[in-house]
Nanobody, 115 residues
Framework: QVQLVESGGGLVQPGGSLRLSCAASGTNFRFYNMAWYRQAPGKQRELVATVAASGSADTADSVKGRFTISRDNAKNTVNLQMNSLKPEDTAVYYC?????????WGQGTQVTVSS
């Protein structure tokens, strides 16, 4: 079982960059499949990026070419590098961990993209 804490959110101008981090505590982090989701007010929670235990990574079409997900099993962290940010990227970003029946969420971190 793991616990997740996101950090790195904030206010950034359009075209800018942010790097989000998700720190995991607990055991067997390397076996979890990890993901970033986001949710804007009044909107459904949206899958942004995934990185499997194998290291295989993917991003949603809406952020492809701009966002990169990565994990560091030695540090028990998963990161989301966000470049070329747009106002429509504004949302609360959540870290997610899945392993078999376990489905664990962090508390979220706010990202606001505005001039």
């Amino acid at each position: 079982q793991v616990q997740l804490v996101e950090s790195g959110g904030g206010l950034v101008q359009p075209g800018g960059s942010l790097r989000l981090s998700c720190a995991a505590s607990g055991t067997n982090f390397r076996f979890y499949n990890m993901a970033w989701y986001r949710q804007a007010p009044g909107k459904q929670r949206e899958l942004v990026a995934t990185v499997a235990a194998s290291g295989s990574a993917d991003t949603a079409d809406s952020v492809k070419g701009r966002f990169t997900i990565s994990r560091d099993n030695a540090k028990n962290t998963v990161n989301l590098q966000m470049n070329s940010l747009k106002p429509e990227d504004t949302a609360v970003y959540y870290c997610n961990a899945r392993l078999n029946a376990f489905n664990i969420w962090g508390q979220g971190t706010q990202v606001t993209v505005s001039s």
